[in-house]
């Protein structure tokens, strides 16, 4: 399977000039939505799942690029750390091994089944953070772009040349 295509604003014009990073900038931030009810919590999420989801609004806000179009992913990854966080209690609880009674009636050990869930409910968790952004190299590139705003905005060049 292919990369996810990097938003233009993250892009530092490498594969693409400039005049093409802009245009498709703009039609990101058309295609974008509105960003009003993303902050409204679900009411058939349960209350740990509120407590993520909320968690998770504040972090990604202020990276700017949380739409209601992402709602639904967002939702998706509350209920992940629920069940991990559940599993995580379970296997803290009942051991890594816990006791089956096998066809026979004979009593073995065997892998708690949380573990598996955990493992399953981990590569849905890191797929869904990848496409909203939260993985180690898309928080870099969000840095990188919010700092390199942030000189722009700061530079006393550019400030006489816009006429500040």
């Avoid at 006791?99 to 026979?104: A, E, M, N, S, V």
């Avoid at 993985?135 to 500040?164: C, F, I, N, W, Y």
């Amino acid at each position: 399977m292919s990369r996810a295509r990097k938003p233009a604003s993250l892009k530092k014009g490498k594969s693409e000039t400039k005049e093409q990073l802009q245009r498709r900038e703009e039609i990101e931030r058309q295609l974008m939505g509105n960003s009003d009810d993303v902050k409204s919590i679900p009411e058939y999420l349960s209350d740990e799942e509120k407590i993520y989801y909320t968690w998770l609004v504040n972090e990604i806000e202020i990276s700017g690029i949380l739409t209601n179009l992402d709602k639904p992913l967002i939702e998706q990854t509350a209920n992940c750390l629920h069940v991990m966080r559940q599993c995580d209690d379970h296997i803290r609880t009942n051991g890594i091994l816990v006791p089956k009674i096998d066809r026979f009636g004979n009593m073995e050990e065997k892998e708690n089944p949380c573990i598996k869930v955990k493992l399953n409910y981990q590569t849905k968790y890191a797929a869904l953070c990848n496409q909203l952004g939260l993985s180690p190299a898309a928080r870099s590139a969000l840095a990188g772009k919010q700092m390199e705003a942030k000189q722009t905005e700061e530079d006393p060049l550019l400030k006489v040349l816009r006429g500040e």
